[in-house]
């Protein structure tokens, strides 16, 4: 079978959801794309984008390491921290790969396709753009909040995200993979900080209103202190439209079984609860709601089951 029999799968955001989901879609008959966030300013991540002025690569090395058919000792130096070490602590060892094959090739996005090639990458793996970009957030008491990492600690709700440079030039390959896609899958994560910097960047927005493929957002199973407290399925939805304009969702994949009482109690103490599922009202604003259950049993913390998931979003097409 070659390569364009296969249906084309396109997975975007950031943060700990994504890695989950392309887990569960690399061992399927899919051709598969990630199109990731580089907005991240914390961290390892946050000190390499300001010395070297390159896109943020933390995000990008977990979706590298989730794809990776690499011996496990390889991804485990890939994904190893340094503790100490003056200049070092705090890094990541394939963040500073990235940042060292970005100024080899002098361009972020051939740097990420030549680690995928040496981590025997499965799929293909796009920034979202290949430039340094910022986050910004307009709270609902007025306020300005400059950068991803400093938004959930702000008291208040958030208005509305936005990027800078504005328009941000988003890679044109990542343009076509969404134009192109049977089904484009927007990944479960922070709601304002991972999953809408990369879909509020207009020619993206405008290719997921435009796209003949299907796209479905995986809704996120808890609410996240300091970006969607209280908030149901609904609220995210809305959110997304909000930002991004009517049409660019068909579908949510929301969770249909309780939360455990044990596992409230931890999520208790970060402030977070079970997102309420407002069915009714996402059908009202004209999206299939697809419920199952989506969740790992197995871990004390929430994560979507990859291999659920993606039965689920095979299922799909």
């Known amino acids: 079978m070659t390569n364009k029999a296969l249906p084309k799968v396109v997975v975007l955001g950031g943060g700990t959801g994504m890695p989950v989901l392309l887990r569960g879609l690399k061992d399927l008959p899919i051709d598969l794309s990630a199109i990731v966030t580089v907005a991240d300013d914390g961290g390892s991540s946050g000190r390499l984008r300001n010395e070297m002025s390159i896109p943020a690569p933390g995000d990008i090395r977990n979706v590298i390491a989730a794809l990776s058919d690499a011996e496990p000792m390889l991804l485990e130096l890939f994904q190893h921290r340094f503790e100490n070490g003056n200049g070092l602590s705090g890094h990541s060892m394939g963040n500073l790969l990235l940042a060292a094959l970005t100024s080899m090739k002098g361009d972020f996005f051939t740097g990420i396709k030549e680690i995928s ?115 149901s399925a609904g609220d995210h939805v809305k959110a997304i439209l909000e930002h991004v304009g009517q049409g660019c969702v068909h579908s949510i994949i929301v969770h249909n079984q309780p939360i455990e009482h044990d596992v409230r109690k931890i999520y208790a103490e ?48």
């Open 117 to 231: 090639r040496v981590l025997n990458v499965k799929g293909k793996i796009y920034p979202i753009a290949n430039q340094n970009m910022y986050l910004h957030a307009e709270m609902e008491d007025g306020n300005l909040v400059s950068g991803e990492s400093n938004i959930p600690k702000h008291p208040g709700r958030i208005k509305r995200v936005f990027l800078e440079p504005d328009p941000v030039k988003p890679l044109p390959e990542a343009v076509e993979e969404i134009k192109s896609a049977d089904l484009i899958v927007i990944a479960p994560g922070s709601l304002y900080t991972s999953t809408l910097p990369n879909i509020i960047i207009p020619e993206i927005s405008k290719a997921l209103r435009e796209t003949s493929g299907k796209v479905t957002y995986v809704c996120n199973v808890m609410t996240q202190h300091g970006e969607t407290d209280g908030y």
């Open 270 to 317: 970060e402030q977070a609860e079970p997102v309420v599922y407002d069915n009714e009202r996402i059908r009202n604003m004209k999206l299939e709601v697809i419920e199952e259950d989506i969740i790992d049993h197995s871990k004390a913390m929430l994560r979507h089951d990859t291999k659920k998931i993606a039965n689920l979003l095979y299922s799909m097409l």
